[in-house]
């Protein structure tokens, strides 16, 4: 059993490396906007005391040496945006929670005291912090569709002056072609759910954010081609900077 044990131990260590890649840095107002890829979908920002997690999914060691929220963003219904076990499972004592009607109404318990509802179209200031909920659905549009109009948000955030766009799971929809103003955005690109790579690629030359990041990019086929997203939006302007992180550091 002696023998065995350095071994376990290497096993027990390589099963709980679930840690994230390293954080970038946006230079904001008072302070930098730091953001922390997580996996897939899941994200934090932190900014002059404010941390938050969007869409916290994939187990509490995801968050352990990361800040406890004080804002909980949930786009969407689905297990990899609204996960009760994750939820659970982390510190969020302090967090306001800040979700569509439809994730509100299959929260847990523990936390619906929490949670302010915001629908498509609707802006307002949670902890000093303006937010807009923003629509994202698939097209073409249908009853059976994985995401219906209305169902989920998108989330744009006015942070340090800069906007901060999380698309949750779209596919190329005139809302999002239309934002305006956009210095970070978080695009998602995975079939059959929601966007290919080209559609995302002309959605992001249609808004043109400063900077954005392709994530949310595993579908069923695996992960998706995120180099091949970087070349097409390149080829359309050299000015956006694509920044290519890993979401999957499983």
Same mark, same amino acid.
């Given at each position: ?40 979908g899941t994200l ?29 963003l949930i786009t ?44 498509? +179209?609707?802006?307002?200031? #949670? %902890? ?13 549009? =249908? /009853? ?45 690109m995975n079939l ?35 180099? +091949?997203?970087?070349?097409? #939006? %390149? ?13 999957? =550091? /499983?």
């Amino acid at each position: 059993m002696k023998a065995l044990l350095p071994v376990l131990l290497l096993l027990a260590s390589m099963a709980g490396n679930t840690q994230p890649p390293a954080p970038d840095y946006i230079p904001a107002n008072h302070t930098s906007i730091k953001i922390q890829p997580i996996l897939h979908g899941t994200l934090m920002l932190e900014w002059n005391g404010e941390v938050i997690y969007s869409d916290p999914y994939g187990g509490a060691s995801r968050f352990q040496n990361l800040p406890a929220p004080s804002m909980i963003l949930i786009t969407d219904i689905h297990g990899d945006h609204l996960n009760p076990e994750t939820l659970l499972a982390i510190d969020t004592e302090s967090a306001t929670f800040v979700v569509p009607q439809a994730v509100a109404d299959q929260l847990p318990e523990e936390i619906t005291s929490k949670v302010i509802v915001m629908k498509n +179209g609707e802006s307002r200031k #949670v %902890n000093d912090i303006l937010i807009m909920a923003v629509p994202m659905y698939n097209l073409p549009e =249908s /009853e059976d569709s994985r995401h219906t109009r209305g169902r989920g948000n998108g989330y744009v955030l006015h942070l340090g002056g800069k906007n901060i766009y999380i698309s949750g799971d779209t596919e190329d929809i005139t809302e999002m072609r239309a934002l305006k103003d956009i210095d970070v955005a978080f695009v998602c690109m995975n079939l059959p759910y929601t966007m290919d790579i080209d559609q995302a690629a002309s959605a992001v030359l249609e808004f043109r954010p400063a900077v954005v990041y392709p994530f949310h990019y595993r579908g069923q086929g695996g992960l998706n081609d995120i180099e +091949g997203f970087k070349q097409l #939006v %390149n080829k359309g302007s050299d000015q956006i900077d694509v920044r290519l992180r890993n979401w999957y =550091s /499983e």
